[in-house]
């Protein structure tokens, strides 16, 4: 999904703006034009076992941040419309168009589990086992 943000960072850079997390043009224009480049270069270290323990980790955290911003702006937008929590649907800027909040925050908590077993796990995927 990085590489999805990576290519439309005008469109990115809108989604960001509705977050209002950051009101300043320079950081917000950071922001948009590295986090899905990162996004893709942690792929790449996860895909590959590379550092694939500290990239977890990186990974879990990212997933983490990216709920909470998603369920703040949620809470926002469920208060404007006057709809119950789970109604409640928008672009989170994820790559993947409109979703529904809880669709998309249960998606991310899977992330962050399997991002932390990952983390925290003994054998790393693609690793040789220990014993051979």
């Not at 922001?31 to 500290?54: D, K, N, Q, S």
């Not at 990974?59 to 469920?78: E, G, H, K, N, T």
């Not at 404007?80 to 109604?87: D, G, K, R, W």
Request: aromatic share 14%.
């Amino acid at each position: 999904m990085g590489l999805a943000k990576a290519l439309a960072p005008v469109d990115f850079l809108k989604l960001l703006r509705e977050y209002q997390f950051l009101s300043s043009p320079w950081p917000l224009n950071a922001v948009a034009a590295i986090l899905p480049w990162f996004e893709v270069f942690c792929g790449i270290l996860l895909v590959t076992g590379i550092a694939a323990r500290a990239t977890s980790a990186i990974v879990a955290a990212l997933f983490f941040f990216f709920s909470i911003a998603i369920a703040s702006r949620a809470l926002a937008l469920q208060s404007e419309l006057q709809v119950p929590f789970c109604a409640v649907s928008f672009d989170c800027g994820c790559g993947a168009g409109e979703v529904f909040v809880c669709a998309k925050l249960t998606e991310n908590l899977a992330w962050v589990t399997l991002a932390l077993w990952l983390t925290l796990s003994r054998h790393i995927p693609g690793k040789p086992f220990p014993w051979r």
